[in-house]
């Protein structure tokens, strides 16, 4: 029998060997910061409070490691590789904790192997410290429950508040809790504790509150058009696009979960209706509610696939008890199934080593898959290049789109502040910042950038256009996408479309 030493020392291996892998992903010049990751980082350059749609922890990150690595694609994205790892940590210590250190080796395995962790753990977004302080919480809370000292509630509460800075969903753990209080009978005996630590995590909630206060509760009308109200008028259920939209997030939820792991979860879940074991429950009550509730969302609107998924990391903890407990044979598929579900991503993830990547049809795959992470440093060069050659100074940017202002602003040479001309959006966070109105009759240059519109639409008129083009990057000698660049002189009169929705 191997020893618990052996399950610890492999888990570390294999997870540093993972994060290592991310790095090398990160550094590969051709890849570039995902366009939300681009905005987070953004935001960090504009410290606030809160931000029109996601709380402050992700810019707050974002500051102090490029403070630490500059503004690099690894000072943002380092955040993310150590959530990872800091999640695994703390699945293999909780799984370890119920059910032994095999339990955590294979708990551990199990949360790297789960696609939209890879995601997580790699592009720095909101979901990376969520599901961390999530995974912590809910840790923290069973010990609690366990020993009955307030010390974990508190510290429970710490962690909490911090998930509720990552993202406002974090407030899910609130009810699983209460729920789990009342299957075991144990609320009247924790009452003193669950206010405690409902108290200390809603300590989360006063940056959200100062921002909005100050700014007429626009995240909280955001949050309430994204559940499908304030959307205006009423409209008809459509039976055609509620199916298709629950089934594509059905679909989504088996694939998030690794295809190859899919039948071990399903023996597991069935020993867990049977059995009903406390320790069971409270790790796969999170997840299941979290699910029903967007499953029922979806039926009314599109809902993206990760949404939920931070609240699965207890379904992790509790399959690698499960697999602790079997025979060789399922033990032998588990290896297999985890091989292939780590190996595949991280085939992907590195430079081509094996030369896979150099047939036609993978190639083209995967600048498909990267299209969004590739082409930035070259726009901002051949920018700069333009810049030069004209002999221009004194410009400001401004796009159609924050996704590629923000990206203009990490790769510009000096991280100029950029603007977003609104041409019909909803409202971001670049309608609440100083706009481009700043210019008019300034006689200075501006530069138009769009992979969206060929002109401006008359939302902003400008005394003359110096130069215009259409731009190509390449990824891998395949073309990424058609950027139209306009350079105009002295903008004489601004109106940009005024949003009205969130």
Not at 174 to 187: A, Q, W
Not at 243 to 248: G, P, S, T, Y
Not at 296 to 320: C, D, I
Not at 465 to 481: A, C, D, N, S
């Amino acid at each position: 029998m191997r020893s618990d030493n052996y399950y610890l020392r492999a888990f570390w291996g294999i997870s540093l060997s993972l994060a290592a892998v991310k790095i090398i992903f990160t550094l590969r010049p051709e890849i570039d910061l995902f366009t939300e990751e681009a905005q987070y980082w953004l935001w960090s350059q504009n410290m606030a409070w809160h931000y029109y749609s996601k709380p402050p922890l992700v810019a707050v990150l974002n500051y102090l490691s490029t403070g630490l690595l500059g503004n690099t694609e690894l000072g943002v994205r380092i955040n993310a590789i150590l959530a990872g790892v800091g999640i695994s940590w703390v699945t293999y210590l909780f799984a370890s904790h119920l059910y032994g250190a095999k339990a955590g080796f294979w708990a551990g395995l199990v949360a790297q192997a789960m696609p939209v962790w890879w995601l997580a753990s790699t592009f720095h977004m909101t979901d990376s410290s969520l599901t961390f302080f999530w995974i912590l919480a809910v840790h923290l809370v069973y010990r609690g429950i366990e020993e009955k000292k307030q010390n974990w509630w508190l510290w429970a509460g710490v962690a909490t508040a911090f998930g509720l800075m990552a993202k406002m969903v974090m407030l899910l753990i609130f009810p699983s809790v209460l729920i789990y209080l009342l299957f075991i009978r144990g609320f009247k005996v924790q009452q003193k504790n669950f206010a405690v630590f409902v108290a200390v995590s809603l300590l989360g909630f006063v940056p959200a509150l100062i921002w909005n206060w100050e700014n007429n509760f626009d995240t909280f009308k955001h949050l309430a058009t994204l559940g499908g109200a304030g959307d205006g008028e009423s409209k008809p259920v459509d039976l055609g696009n509620s199916l298709k939209w629950f089934f594509e997030y059905w679909s989504g939820q088996l694939a998030i979960v690794s295809p190859f792991l899919l039948p071990i979860w399903f023996l597991c879940f069935r020993d867990i209706f049977k059995t009903k074991t406390g320790s069971s429950v409270y790790l796969i009550l999170p997840g299941i509610l979290a699910f029903s509730a967007f499953a029922a969302l979806s039926l009314m609107k599109r809902v993206e696939v990760n949404w939920p998924v931070f609240a699965y990391t207890g379904f992790a903890v509790v399959l690698g008890g499960w697999i602790a407990g079997q025979s060789e044979i399922w033990t032998r598929f588990t290896k297999v199934a985890i091989i292939l579900s780590i190996g595949i991503p991280v085939l992907f993830l590195l430079p081509d080593v094996t030369y896979l990547k150099s047939f036609a049809p993978i190639k083209k795959g995967e600048q498909k898959a990267l299209s969004r992470l590739s082409g930035h440093v070259e726009l901002a060069q051949r920018l700069e290049f333009l810049m030069d050659s004209l002999t221009l100074e004194n410009e400001f940017y401004f796009s159609d789109s924050y996704h590629t202002a923000s990206e203009l602003s990490f790769y510009l040479p000096r991280n100029p502040q950029t603007y977003v001309m609104n041409m019909g959006s909803r409202k971001n966070q670049f309608d609440l910042w100083e706009d481009m109105s700043q210019f008019v009759n300034t006689e200075k240059v501006g530069v138009f950038v769009s992979m969206n519109h060929e002109t401006m639409q008359e939302r902003a008129a400008f005394e003359r256009l110096i130069y215009e083009e259409t731009f190509v990057p390449f990824y891998e000698g395949l073309p990424i996408r058609k950027v139209k660049i306009q350079i105009w002189e002295n903008l004489k009169s601004y109106q940009p479309f005024v949003p009205d929705t969130y």
